[in-house]
């Protein structure tokens, strides 16, 4: 049942609905066997770590920071600090020692729990420079503890603080006492340019936004919710939240490379994701028909044009299908396109929230015709995720980002930002006086750095601020959008759009190796390493034919004149991407100084 209550008692009031029903779906870090918790055991666990908290010493509104991929501790430990008044800040399992220890630092964090080996080595190795920390609380029974770590405690030995419920008169004084005003989480930024920020998210903020999204978004008790995105992304945490407060059953997916596995093996009805997901699906599908027979592929892209028609043309414009076509795709849907949803994993699919990054037109159209609901939303970390999103019982457009919630008044200025004030909306940035007063308006109104339109209640984005482009001849270039249009194509697995005062637009592109390696022996073309695909004159060409088959709707000034293809791939470790896998395009464009100046060399 739906149950919007302050995040405190949310677990335990649902485990008085739905008692002994499954309701966490999880792997043990390195297992292989799905495992389940039920309410009443999710419960008394959360119960549990409270206790233990209040004996380990954390206090109101103290912050407590988390480094580990999605795991079923991540979510004890979130709903155990919030049913002692204390704030999470949830750490990127991929962060670096150096991100760690600004955060670390920033918020004075006492105490820090961690996943697996490599986040406990972080931690180990920047307690010293770490003033505030006293102990590290590891989740991973396997983790070894160095010798010389006195300040280091197993998860289950943490647990035991809290056995019996020594404390439990406390904790449910604290959770009387707690107030919407509380803050909940700290998220930090994953920062394109500069030190993180750590956005300040309240309780009431979530409450807002789960009556908000409650509304809007179809996902019921009946759904089987995976995920996918780490906890530490403001978008899986807040459709994690929005799942349990409906009663949804929670796939933990602990391991993002295992995601498609973890689809075949759970059968989950709804999953949250960034639009890369969408497209390396789509790549992979399209490849598979590249390979099929001349007949298979006419039926295969026949299918295609009806499912487009039935679902976009008609369904998403409000309109009632012809019976013909109707029935047409039902024939389809039940065979052809039930086949390849089985392929990902989806037997019962209900809805597909994706957000984070601009989407192809393609990718969306195809996601829809093989009857999948992908609901495109907008949202930013400081909006507490959801801003708009497609609702599938109002007409939505392929290239919008839906209808705004109703608890969210958006607003574009005059210069076309979109900007955003509501109960959902951040009152600022932690530690941050200097920034919180340029981030609003002088009427409060939330300055996002994306430029959009409202058209016929629809919200579209046009670029980010930031990150829009002026040529040297006075051209302005959105490079995500170039990006995501040419992304689609299965050779690239990586682009990075070169414009800003140069002359024309070029690009930096990671070619998709496993293909473009099986496409250079098919053409006996010889290679032993990476770099000999990249300098081969027949490849570029291949490369090149693709790209302007692709570019052909933009204008002159927008499309890519030259581009090279590097042999690594752009990394975190590197700095080249944020912990999200947005591109840092200051230090792309450091590290790849001597490839760009090349591009712009006169012939």
């Given at each position: 049942m739906k149950m919007n209550c302050h995040l405190s008692v949310l677990v335990h009031e649902q485990a008085k609905q739905y008692g002994d029903r499954e309701e966490i779906i999880y792997k043990d870090f390195g297992g292989s066997e799905w495992k389940s918790l039920t309410w009443n055991q999710l419960s008394a666990t959360v119960k549990q770590v409270s206790n233990a908290m209040l004996n380990l010493g954390v206090k109101v509104q103290e912050n407590i920071g988390i480094f580990a991929n999605n795991c079923a501790q991540y979510l004890y430990c979130d709903?155990?600090?919030?049913?002692?008044?204390?704030?999470?800040?949830?750490?990127?399992?991929?962060?670096?020692?150096?991100?760690?220890?600004?955060?670390?630092?920033?918020?004075?964090?006492?105490?820090?729990?961690?996943?697996?080996?490599?986040?406990?080595?972080?931690?180990?190795?920047?307690?010293?420079?770490?003033?505030?920390?006293?102990?590290?609380?590891?989740?991973?029974?396997?983790?070894?503890?160095?010798?010389?770590?006195?300040?280091?405690?197993?998860?289950?030995?943490?647990?035991?603080?809290?056995?019996?419920?020594?404390?439990?008169?406390?904790?449910?004084?604290?959770?009387?006492?707690?107030?919407?005003?509380?803050?909940?989480?700290?998220?930090?930024?994953?920062?394109?340019?500069?030190?993180?920020?750590?956005?300040?998210?309240?309780?009431?903020?979530?409450?807002?936004?789960?009556?908000?999204?409650?509304?809007?978004?179809p996902v019921t008790e009946d759904d089987r919710v995976l995920n996918f995105l780490p906890f530490a992304h403001i978008f899986e945490k807040g459709w994690a939240l929005l799942g349990m407060s409906v009663g949804a059953r929670m796939i933990v997916n602990t391991y993002p490379q295992e995601v498609q596995q973890s689809m075949r093996e759970t059968h989950p009805t709804s999953m949250s994701s960034v639009p890369r997901f969408w497209e390396k699906v789509y790549a992979g599908v399209m490849e598979k028909i590249d390979n099929a027979s001349a007949l298979q592929r006419k039926i295969f892209h026949n299918a295609i044009a009806v499912g487009r028609k039935h679902n976009i043309?008609?369904?998403?414009?409000?309109?009632?299908?012809?019976?013909?076509?109707?029935?047409?795709?039902?024939?389809?849907?039940?065979?052809?396109?039930?086949?390849?949803r089985k392929e990902l994993g989806l037997i019962n699919p209900n809805i597909f929230p994706t957000a984070g990054a601009a989407i192809s037109a393609h990718v969306e159209e195809f996601v829809h015709s093989i009857g999948l609901n992908m609901v495109t939303g907008y949202g930013l970390t400081e909006s507490l995720a959801t801003v708009s999103c497609d609702q599938l019982d109002k007409v939505y457009t392929i290239g919008s980002v839906g209808r705004p919630l109703d608890a969210v008044d958006?607003?574009?200025?005059?210069?076309?930002?979109?900007?955003?004030?509501?109960?959902?909306?951040?009152?600022?940035?932690?530690?941050?006086?200097?920034?919180?007063?340029?981030?609003?308006?002088?009427?409060?109104?939330?300055?996002?750095?994306?430029?959009?339109?409202?058209?016929?209640?629809?919200?579209?984005?046009?670029?980010?601020?930031?990150?829009?482009?002026?040529?040297?001849?006075?051209?302005?270039?959105?490079?995500?959008?170039?990006?995501?249009?040419?992304?689609?194509?299965?050779?690239?697995?990586?682009?990075?759009?070169?414009?800003?005062?140069?002359?024309?637009?070029?690009?930096?592109?990671?070619?998709?190796?496993?293909?473009?390696?099986?496409?250079?022996?098919?053409?006996?073309?010889?290679?032993?390493?990476?770099?000999?695909?990249?300098?081969?004159?027949?490849?570029h060409s291949m490369i090149w034919n693709r790209i302007e088959t692709l570019q052909q709707q933009l204008a002159h000034y927008e499309q890519v004149k030259r581009f090279t293809l590097i042999a690594h791939h752009f990394s975190m470790e590197n700095g080249e991407l944020t912990n999200t896998l947005k591109l840092k395009r200051r230090v792309i464009n450091e590290n790849y100084k001597e490839e760009i100046d090349k591009m712009y060399e006169e012939n």
């Open positions: 709903f155990g600090a919030w049913g002692v008044r204390a704030v999470t800040i949830p750490f990127y399992a991929t962060s670096s020692e150096q991100q760690i220890q600004f955060m670390v630092n920033d918020a004075q964090v006492r105490f820090l729990f961690v996943g697996e080996q490599d986040q406990y080595d972080k931690a180990h190795r920047i307690f010293a420079l770490c003033p505030s920390l006293e102990r590290i609380i590891i989740f991973d029974k396997t983790v070894r503890i160095s010798s010389h770590d006195p300040n280091a405690l197993y998860f289950d030995d943490f647990l035991k603080l809290g056995e019996g419920l020594p404390r439990q008169s406390e904790v449910e004084a604290l959770q009387k006492a707690a107030t919407l005003d509380d803050l909940a989480n700290i998220l930090y930024t994953s920062g394109t340019t500069g030190d993180s920020k750590g956005v300040m998210l309240s309780h009431e903020q979530y409450y807002a936004a789960l009556e908000a999204n409650q509304k809007a978004v043309e008609y369904l998403s414009r409000g309109k009632r299908p012809p019976l013909m076509l109707h029935l047409e795709y039902e024939a389809i849907n039940k065979t052809l396109f039930s086949i390849v958006v607003k574009i200025s005059d210069e076309g930002e979109v900007l955003l004030k509501g109960k959902t909306i951040t009152k600022g940035y932690y530690n941050r006086p200097d920034l919180n007063e340029s981030t609003f308006t002088p009427d409060g109104y939330f300055r996002t750095g994306d430029c959009g339109y409202m058209k016929d209640g629809e919200l579209f984005l046009t670029e980010r601020i930031k990150d829009l482009f002026k040529t040297s001849n006075g051209k302005y270039i959105a490079p995500q959008m170039i990006e995501s249009l040419l992304l689609v194509d299965k050779y690239i697995d990586q682009i990075a759009i070169i414009a800003d005062q140069r002359k024309f637009v070029s690009a930096l592109i990671i070619p998709e190796y496993r293909l473009l390696e099986e496409y250079a022996r098919q053409k006996g073309i010889p290679f032993e390493s990476r770099e000999d695909l990249c300098a081969n004159d027949k490849i």
